[in-house]
T-cell receptor, first 114, second 114 residues
Framework: DTAVSQTPKYLVTQMGNDKSIKCEQNLGHDTMYWYKQDSKKFLKIMFSYNNKELIINETVPNRFSPKSPDKAHLNLHINSLELGDSAVYFC?????????????FGPGTRLTVT | AQSVTQLGSHVSVSEGALVLLRCNYSSSVPPYLFWYVQYPNQGLQLLLKYTSAATLVKGINGFEAEFKKSETSFHLTKPSAHMSDAAEYFCAVRGYSSASKIIFGSGTRLSIRP
């Protein structure tokens, strides 16, 4: 059983297109996150949702819009894709107040914008 | 504000040698500290965590780390390196508040020489 899953694993698209990445966790966690990892492996948080409520919203272009239909799902929609959006996007989840907020990561979605 | 610094973007050791990956943190109060490992084309996996219990923390795959408040350090060690340890390692820090976010270091790539 995959704890945190993401789809798709690879995404190749052209500039200007709109795309979505989906994330699901079956750990019963109440908090989910989106991270962006650039080509130098630097990992930066983008968004966090707790019980479907947005609690962290970093300085991210408003072309990026997260959506949490329920506690187990967090999707990321990206409008008007740009070359600089090429990166690996990771979803993660944790339980508030437990285990030091230990986060469990998905396998990542490698987005390539051409 | 919290921050974490990983000394050395690349560490190379011989198989069977001691592994030492350095991490220093900055925080006004003792934080939660983590080490994550990322194998090629995979997500991050928790190796170990410090949550204010024992200062010497043992993790998976024979790794351990020691929290030293006086040195604001949380270095990762393994007595004997194995080829399978080759990966990217991330140190991370998080505050106690539910509104805190986890801050990752820039990562250290560990190479193992036969």
């Amino acid at each position: 059983d995959t704890a945190v899953s993401q789809t798709p694993k690879y995404l190749v698209t052209q500039m200007g297109n709109d795309k979505s990445i989906k994330c699901e966790q079956n750990l019963g966690h109440d908090t989910m996150y989106w991270y962006k990892q650039d080509s130098k492996k630097f990992l930066k948080i983008m968004f966090s949702y707790n019980n479907k409520e947005l609690i962290i919203n970093e300085t991210v272009p408003n072309r990026f819009s997260p959506k949490s239909p329920d506690k187990a799902h967090l999707n990321l929609h990206i409008n008007s894709l740009e070359l600089g959006d090429s990166a690996v996007y990771f979803c993660a989840s944790s339980r508030q107040g437990a285990d030091g907020y230990e986060q469990y990561f998905g396998p990542g979605t490698r987005l390539t914008v051409t | 504000a919290q921050s974490v610094t990983q000394l050395g973007s690349h560490v190379s050791v011989s198989e069977g040698a001691l592994v030492l990956l350095r991490c220093n943190y900055s925080s006004s109060v003792p934080p939660y500290l983590f080490w994550y490992v990322q194998y090629p084309n995979q997500g991050l996996q928790l190796l170990l965590k410090y949550t204010s219990a024992a200062t010497l923390v043992k993790g998976i795959n024979g790794f351990e780390a020691e929290f030293k408040k006086s040195e604001t350090s949380f270095h990762l060690t393994k007595p004997s390196a194995h080829m399978s340890d080759a990966a990217e390692y991330f140190c991370a820090v998080r505050g106690y508040s539910s509104a805190s976010k986890i801050i990752f270091g820039s990562g250290t790539r560990l190479s193992i020489r036969p």
